[in-house]
């Protein structure tokens, strides 16, 4: 089996029922889901004139490959209503793969490590509440190492 850590936001409609929605679907359609942080709440990050968006990260476990799972992911996102206009734009939901395994992917369609998650507080906070051990398998510093030196000072607050 594949572990793999997913973050999920959301900054449309009922954001947290989104997550829900979204953490059943991959329960179906991806793996079982193993763990899941807390909901955090951050303001808007790259395009800030929007609402707050949630933020989780979840644990799950999949016999699919990293491309199956992308794949499956854009589905999810699809039938969910996400419509994608322009980078950063608010968004119904977005799920993304941070760690598939300890693998490290260069794909058109998939990067993981995710290439954003070290400079993104709102990824960091929830990943370190699961795994804060979990090494960075390009950077080589655990999760915990990478929130204690993370750029960005966006707030993250437990919602």
């Known amino acids: ?26 329960n179906k359609k991806i793996g ?17 004139d929007q609402p707050d968006f949630l ?29 994608r206009t322009e980078k950063n734009a608010p968004r119904v939901i977005d799920i993304d793969i ?3 395994n300890k693998a490290i992917i260069s794909e058109p369609m998939l990067e993981v490590p995710h290439p954003f998650l070290h400079v993104r507080r709102f990824v960091l906070v929830p990943l370190n509440e699961l795994a804060p051990n979990f090494i960075h398998p390009v950077l080589r510093q655990t999760n915990h190492q ?3 030196t993370c750029p960005d000072q966006l707030g993250v607050k437990k919602n």
């Open 55 to 83: 933020n989780q990260v979840i644990v799950i476990e999949t016999k699919l490959t990293p491309t199956q799972t992308i794949q499956t992911i854009l589905e999810i996102e699809k039938e969910m209503g996400r419509v």
């Open 32 to 48: 079982s889901v193993k763990r899941g942080s807390s909901v955090y709440r951050t303001a808007a990050w790259g395009k800030t």
């Open 1 to 26: 089996m594949n572990k793999v850590y997913l973050l999920l936001g959301s900054n449309l409609g009922n954001s947290r029922k989104q997550l829900e929605k979204a953490t059943q679907a991959i």
């Open 146 to 148: 990478l929130l204690l």
């Open 98 to 100: 941070l760690y598939f």
